[in-house]
């Protein structure tokens, strides 16, 4: 190692504390604060991301960097300069009173957004939405880009993705998807959409699912209730995930309990050498949603792995008794058009995610103005999925994202929705994937994607990591041709 990667490693292992003190009070706040707890968290979580500034912009630590460049580096050490530069250009462009702004902005508008659905009144929310546009629009321009002011809100959630990967992956699943559903044909309401169960019963349920996946529960992870399903890492020894019991429809509470374990799987494989670094976590939320949508959707939805778990569903669940597995691999995958994007199935999911690429897209480069958003939305809707929203709520106003400033976060969904259809691919060339999920085996699998995924951390950039572990460029047609094969002809 080279000596002044041990200076650099001292200096961002206090950056690495203050984000593992700040993921515990992110979970608390989800998981365990008294309501009005928030004010005084929000001062000491903007007084801590303040501080954490200060360090990232420490001279010092740029001339050790600038230093060490110079030098014969091995991966892990391209990888740490690689990820200090990213945060330490992105902490000097932006002015701190744009910063400011838009927390400011967006914290104000997180209320107002959840007051204009309840009331389905677009025109409260508009004026909102307008400044944040325009205030993503300037820290696009701080931030710099080569094409397309949309390129730099892409990089910022998704290191390294343009405007141009976005519109390659969407002109190619557009019509393919399209094609995909019109060959199908579509199965109205399941009656297991309205049965109601025990949460006990459910909670049982979901703890057999975890243990069988060998989710390391108490030792190095946890699992509670939460309005949203998420995941948090403090490190690689402490990864927590929370599920919901909406009390129906119960492949809502399993497949999020099984896309957060996918998460979580990731940072819980993440090499030991890693710990406390700047590397020792998921590199990007693409990749990250890659391996939460490959458990639940590539292993979670299909027939082997219904065939393999029926019985212990059965056990748990007294209503699925008579139910045989191909009745619940239906249930498991009804597709159908629907307005709202998280009860979206997997065939239709990235149609809602065009829509707003493209919405966004128009909004960041000003050519659309905001009055004209909803408009926009349903026509898109009506083209894209062929049903027409009646609200503003089941239509602009369904996603909480624009109003916490998330401009060119959506892509990165369907980016890890291809990436999990390429690694399918992949792995099935070298394992017998799904022998191993009907037989409730998945010690290999798991290998595979540690090998290939986990272990790396953040030492490879997202592209970069893919072309090393498969040997490919991000590639949605082998997203294509798994729906094509799963969804081909009477696929029920
Ligand atoms: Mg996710």
Redesign the pocket.
Known sequence: MFPNTKEILRKARTIWALDHASSLMNWDIEVNMPTEGIQERGIAASEIALLRQKLLLDEELSSLMERAEKEELNDYERGLLRVLKREIKIAKSLPPELVQELTRVTQEAKVIWREAREKDDYNKFKPYLERIVELERKAADFLGYEKHPYDALLDLHEEGLTTDDALNIFSLLEPGIKKVLSKLEFYGEHWLEKQKYEIDAMRSLNLELLKILGYPLGSRSRFDVSAHPFTIHMGIRDVRITTRYEGFDFKRSFFSTL?EFG?ALYELQVDDALMATPLSKGVSLGI??SQ?RFWENIIGRSMEFVKGIQNILREKLSFLRDVPAEEIYRYFNIVKPSLIRTEADEVTYNLHIILRFKIELKMVEGSIRIEEVPEEWDNLMEDLIGIRPRSYKDGVLQDIHWSMGDIGYFPTYTLGNVISAQIRRCMMRDLPVYEDVERLEFGRIKNYLREKVHKWGSVYAPKELIKRSFNEDIDPQAFLEYLEEKYSGSYL
């Open positions: 896309h998460h990250h949603e939460s």
